[in-house]
């Protein structure tokens, strides 16, 4: 190094961690660094500079130092000037909200199985991104995106497992993509550590669960319902979601567009809880002329993770507009800043998840009614089962009897009130289930009616004349 | 240099332990970064779980996505596919890339995106409290291998070129100016790259392998530089023989 140069050397002794480290006085072969003398306030023994003159401008303890405490600045050349921060360049806003679309499908009747009516719907919904793993009875949805995403300009990858598909729609989102992945009861137990993330950090993507018999890897082929409790309380920590329910293939489109729509609109992961049935089942179905889209706010600037509101949904950015995006999936502030031991921000993070969506219930639930007008007993009904009930329920009409049907096309959040008016205009609900008795126990938890499960878990299609019977006769004849 | 990379790059200090190995390879990155032009608005940070997930998040003054434990390269994967004009980088640790998340590491070199992975490699899990990871030395001490390691360990740069990685490298934080140009070249590349950076933990690794590994004198974090530097040697040198069982470092193209 040429003598006629000379050096200041700064420490920062606020960024030193001290005697424990002391890499700079080790390395230092000049001598210029020496232990500290000063304890500061954190009990820290920072390194000084003792013998600035020596610096010969090697530099090996400022390339060296972990926590960037230390510059070595040429004295002979003019003073290193820092770039004015703030390179921000921000995107132009938008508002987001609601537009109308063409859609994707021509308008008019189609014939095609639930799964491809599904990715269809997600398509005409402007999901731009699939990420998916195959898997019975969901593999359709995969390979339909698989041909159509790259016709529409979109962007379709095959993972490597469930974990890594959930992953990829979360990252996909993050990036201004409209996303979803698809799968069945075993993959879906795989995505739930993530679909908490997406809770966590308000990621709009759509999941599509194809149910199946289960538990475990059960039957691959054939219906169930055993994954209704799983959509809510799969993930852990106990946060609010949103699930639909499809019962024909004609709602495997209109749902997905919804689902697109309700995950856009409270930046949550949606569910779609189809089953065996509904996804591979061949029935018409209509495609409307245009179809309403919802699309998330982008106000620059704005924190992406808290509004004034309790229960608010904060405006989204994307990667890539200067924003400095902090996402995590530890408790935060609005602003993305880690909390981790603060009760009041954990508290109020957890409550705005949760009244985001509770608070919005009304505009979320959707269901239909059947032969409800003199109804004594109200059948309680979703998914494929509700296509067997109703037939039971037509069965039940003709010999007289005074019931009708309640078919739920969302089911998270638990739409309780609704539940509970039809409890109290009636003698007795009933709930048939192609599992244990999930929705029969919910179901009873808001009504102060007798509720009456009628469950079959045989990895069959429920069975109309087991329905039948229980309302012919208040019991079933059939094993279940 | 210090105060013009702190300021212009990051938001806040490290809360890392004093002499860690990650603020080393920080700083060699961000010496990186600017010599580069890296565009910080138009890169994006994805990291994991683990003391190596935090150099970027919430350090860095760009886009961060701090996701679950081992799935940073499967987020990233998201990102980059769905944007291809951001950087994306994913920085972790060995626990978090090479162990929980190794899965997602193979499938990405195979892929072959434009991703980069700098896998922080301190040879166990040092935020939990210093258990045995994938690359844990065999033989050495843990706090779940008291007696030693019984498990052989990944060499991730034969794991990664295997996977057909086409830029691999790996270099140790006790020579910082050839880690900052490996970081140079593999920011550089145009394809798939992943680093192996062999990085130090004197909180859990050394205290624990002190004895065995001749780890003296006041500064045990000097002591483990000092002792990192003996035990690597540039792969060029290897190539032919290797006597005495160094660590190659280097960088490893698909072409080589």
Known sequence: MPRNKTFAVTLDQDLCKGSDCYICVNACPKGVLAEGERITSKGLRPAQVKDPDACTGCRICETLCPDLAITI?????????????????????????????????????????????????????GCAFYAGYPITPASEIMLRMATRLPETGGVFVQMEDEIASMAAVIGASWSGLKGMTATAGPGFSLMMENIGYA???????????????????????????????QAKWGTHGGVEIIALVPWSVQEMYDLTIRAFNLS???????????DAIVGHLRESFHVEETVE???????????????????????????????RLLITGSTHNEFGIRKTADPEVQQRLVRRLSRKIVAHLDEITDYELYYEDDAQRMVIAYGSTARSALWAVKRARDHGEKVGMLRLKSIWPFPGEVIRQWGDACQELIVPETNLGQVSQLVQQHATTPVSLVSQTNGEIMDPRRVTDFLLDGRTKLAS | MGRVLREKYTRQPTPFCPGCGHGIFLNAFLHAVDELGLDFDKTVFVSGIGCGAWVPS???????????????????????????????????????IATIGGNHLIHAARRNLPLKVFCLNNFLYGMTGGQVSATTPQGDIT????????ERPFDLVDLARGAGA???????????????RGIINALSFDQFAFMDVLSLCPTQYGRANRAKRGYEGPSMIWSMLEHQKGTVAPREKLDSEN???????????AES
């Open chain 1, 73 to 125: 600045s040429d004295t002979s050349q003019a003073a290193t000037t820092v770039p004015a921060v703030g390179r921000r360049q921000p995107a132009s806003p938008s508002s987001g909200g609601w537009t109308t679309s063409p859609g994707a499908l021509k308008p008019g009747p189609h014939y095609m199985m639930g799964d491809d009516a599904c990715a269809e719907g997600a398509i005409a919904a």
């Open chain 1, 199 to 229: 809770c966590m950090t308000e990621t709009p993507c759509v999941v599509v669960d194809i149910q199946r018999a289960g538990p475990s890897t059960g039957q691959a082929s054939r219906p169930a319902s055993g994954d209704i409790m």
């Open chain 1, 264 to 274: 856009e609109r409270f930046r949550v992961p949606v569910i779609l809880l189809g």
């Open chain 1, 293 to 323: 889209l919802f699309d998330r706010a982008k106000v620059p600037g704005a924190p992406p993770f808290g509004t004034e509101e309790e229960a608010g949904v904060p405006p989204m950015p994307a990667f890539g507009q200067g924003e």
């Open chain 2, 58 to 96: 919430p350090h860095f003054q760009a886009d961060t996505l701090h996701v679950t434990h081992g799935r940073a390269v499967a987020f990233a994967t998201g990102v980059k596919t769905a944007n291809p004009d951001l950087n994306v980088i994913v920085i972790g640790g060995d626990g978090d």
């Open chain 2, 143 to 150: 706090s779940t291998t008291r007696q030693g390691n019984p």
């Open chain 2, 166 to 180: 086409p830029y691999v490298a790996r270099f140790p934080v006790s020579q910082p100016r050839k880690l900052k």
């Open chain 2, 243 to 253: 006597p005495e069982g160094k660590i190659p470092i280097g960088e490893w193209y």
